[in-house]
């Protein structure tokens, strides 16, 4: 069924169609609209689940993985300094492998205080041992919130499931979006059984402690199975695939990388510009490519290095910065490329900080400073402010 939503409407959609047990809801700008939805959709029957309005995102978490704690599938949603706050228990949810999905409206962090969309809030966690996810457009972000439980309650991943969507870009942002039908859902993702939870027949230490003996195991098996998961991402789209006609590129969407010149890399909802500025350029004989990362953890090593292969030189745009370094997502693509003795010429752009445009002249701009990079003509390793004079440094 065509329906016309926000992303935050679409989510909640996605949501509704996973039915939770469990949501523990705590409102923050702008994810507010998410929980709103849900918490509508219980009072109408249409999810039927129990719903808890907490007094804090910190509470917010920690219900949830009590929740989950009982075998019950769960859910809640945050952004910004709420994201922030939930810190502490981010790791208890990962260390205890449970399988919660968490729907982040990707906003800027304070201070300056700002309400407006950028992604320093998720990507200042990927330690935090939560698979990352993030949508690029209001349809995905629906069908992230089915397959973000398939990927999560799978046995071989067992780990808790972040799906970001961009603040007000998507997440106010209306689009036309197919809805499943509930069977069909019911059919692509079944109840929730798991062998991690209290139970007084068979009981289980959970949330117990690991002295330096064997708290090594804990995290080797943590790492292991959140690599898994880049299988499992693959196997869960497929059956997606099977059940409702959408496919879906893995961890990686590669956008005209098999004979590009330079590869700009980017992740959430800036992709579709940089698609567009792509093609421009491909009418004018330039050989341009786009390379959005769609799962940031695990990290998808061999895919980011295989879309950029032939290319002479790579840009990273991206919406954070890592405050006296460069961009997170910069040093996790050159870690990659490092890895496998890949190195590349890179520049990384960062635009897009409190929800300021990234205009398509911008997005030109650093294509064509790729351009020069790959023809050597300019300078590796810059990090580049989108819309500041490095001289003036902008308003003081």
Known sequence: ?????????????????????????YPITPQTTVVEALASMVEEGSL???????????????????????????FTATSSQGLLYMAECLTYASG??????????????????NIYGDQR??????????????????QEALDLALMAYAVAEDERVSLPVMVNVDGFALTHTYESVEVPEAPAADAFLPLYRTANRFDFEQPVNIGYSAGP?????????????????EVVVEEVEARFAEVFGRVYPGMVDAYRCEDADFVLVTLGSVAGLARDVADELRAAGKRAGVLRIRYLRPLPVRPIAEAVDGAAAIGVLEQDISFGDAGTVFTNVLSALG??????????????????????????????????LAAGQS?????????????EGGPR
Request: net charge negative; proline share 3%; glycine share 8%.
């Open 96 to 113: 205890g492998r449970f399988p919660i999905v968490m729907m982040n409206a990707n906003r800027a962090l304070a201070l300056p205080w």
């Open 379 to 391: 300078a590796a390793g810059r990090v580049v402010f989108l819309g500041i004079d490095d001289e």
């Open 48 to 74: 039927n689940c129990e719903y808890l309005h907490v007094e804090s995102e910190h509470t917010a978490l920690s219900a949830a993985i009590g929740a989950a704690a009982t075998g019950a599938r769960t």
């Open 1 to 25: 069924m065509k329906k016309f939503l926000s992303g935050n409407e679409a989510f909640a959609e996605g949501v509704r169609l996973a039915r939770p047990q469990v949501i523990s809801a």
């Open 339 to 372: 890895r496998l003795g890949m190195a590349r010429p890179a520049v990384n752009f960062i635009g897009g900080l409190g929800g300021d445009d990234i205009s398509r002249d911008q997005m030109r701009a650093c294509f064509a400073d790729l351009e020069r």
């Open 213 to 229: 003996e064997f708290n090594r195991y804990y995290q080797y098996w943590h790492h292991r199975d959140m690599l898994s998961a």
């Open 121 to 138: 809030d998720s990507l200042s966690l990927l330690d935090h041992g939560w698979i990352q996810v993030y949508a690029e457009n209001n």
